[in-house]
């Protein structure tokens, strides 16, 4: 009896805390998918929807890769609960509902970020955190744009683009003339619409460019360096699929200019555009590059 009894306890001592770890964790994502389930499915539905969208698909999958990848440092990790996590848990749950009272999407969304890092810092505490930022934080880039920000920004990309592609039609030797967001060509008139203004690539190609940067840089400020690029690259790419356009309905008619090619361009533009931010990764990973062989060397 007492040999069954010790038994007993070396079991208990030895599963406990890992059933425990597991009980909490369980209920926690059943929390989470109680409070969370009807935005992700309207997220999802305009994933799906929407094609400027459509990389919030691999967005978890790659958080969740980012975590797998350092479950080696968790362990070596301390456990310092700190009731700092409360508060940023609780203003977690308030962006919920001040953006469900109010019908703001973006609000309801990015609560989660916030909910994940208060528990993170509740649970295991500030190191934890640290070690599970970047995973939460690119999150992020799964959320679509309020409407307010692409209201905002998008109009001047419109005008940056139409600006840039007249400059490059008058050089063309092709007879042009812009007002606003619209270029007025011989034969006929072109708007530059916020569909065209390039923002919503603009965050898939921020996203793209920060999972990049993750895998092709050491350094910490090349990181930054790269994704910070990726901005203007993106920016000047769809400029310049807006002077192609305009090129084409010079030359072959307006109609040359939708259908097949609007999407077979921005497609292009995508591709032209990592292509260059791939060279300046590669130029980046050389940078100090022959200093560390060199002192290596000595």
């Not at 000047?236 to 699929?241: D, G, L, S, T, Y």
């Amino acid at each position: 009896m007492d040999k069954a009894v010790v038994l007993t306890d070396e079991a208990r001592a030895g599963i406990g805390p890992v059933g425990m770890r597991a009980l909490i964790v369980a209920v926690i994502a059943g929390l989470l998918g109680m409070l969370y389930y009807r935005i992700f499915y309207h997220m999802g539905v305009q994933w799906y929807d929407d094609p400027d969208y459509s990389h919030g698909f691999l967005v978890p999958v790659l958080a969740g890769y980012f975590l797998w990848e350092r479950r080696g440092k968790f362990t070596c990790i301390p456990e310092t609960p700190t009731p700092w996590g409360i508060a940023l848990l609780g203003f977690g749950l308030l962006m919920l509902v001040v953006g469900s009272v109010g019908a703001e999407l973006y609000f309801q969304r990015s609560s989660l970020i916030v909910v994940l890092a208060g528990l993170a810092l509740l649970l295991r505490g500030r190191e934890f955190l640290r070690a599970v930022a970047f995973p939460i934080v690119f999150l992020l880039f799964m959320i679509p744009l309020p409407a307010i920000v692409v209201n905002m920004v998008a109009f001047p990309l419109q005008l940056f683009a139409a600006h840039t592609a007249t400059f490059c039609l008058y050089n063309f030797g092709i007879p042009v003339l812009q007002e606003g967001n619209v270029i007025i060509l011989a034969g006929t008139t072109l708007e530059v619409a916020e569909a065209c203004s390039g923002i919503r690539s603009l965050q898939a190609l921020l996203a793209l460019g920060t999972v990049y940067a993750y895998f092709s840089q050491h350094v910490m400020w090349k990181r930054w360096v790269l994704v910070l690029l990726s901005i203007p690259i993106a920016i000047v790419a769809n400029a310049f699929r807006v002077t192609g356009t305009g090129v084409l309905a010079h030359y072959w008619g307006v109609e040359a200019a939708e259908g097949f090619y609007h999407t077979f361009a921005g497609l292009l533009i995508f591709v032209v555009a990592f292509v260059l931010l791939f060279v300046a990764g590669t130029v980046l990973s050389k940078v100090g590059k022959r200093q560390t062989d060199g002192d290596v060397a000595q």
